[in-house]
């Protein structure tokens, strides 16, 4: 009967969620938007793994995301 949203960085907590949203902010100056995103189970394990790996998503971090997720 508790609900708890966690805004973090890490890929470790990010894996144990029931449910995902990416949340980005793009702009420049004043002029700032901020979108946010349900991500499917797919996306889900491609963003722990761009979280794990950062910029360059390799097979061996899907491999890590799948397997956190999984924990």
Not at 30 to 49: F, G, H, K, N, P
């Amino acid at each position: 009967d508790t609900q708890v949203l966690v805004v973090t960085h890490s890929p470790q907590v990010a894996a144990r969620a029931e449910a995902h949203w990416r949340i980005a902010k793009a702009g420049l100056g004043e002029r700032l938007r901020t979108a946010v995103e349900v991500l499917s189970a797919s996306d889900r394990e491609e963003e722990i793994a761009r979280m794990l790996a950062g910029a360059e998503v390799t097979d061996a971090a899907r491999a890590a995301a799948r397997a956190l997720i999984g924990a």
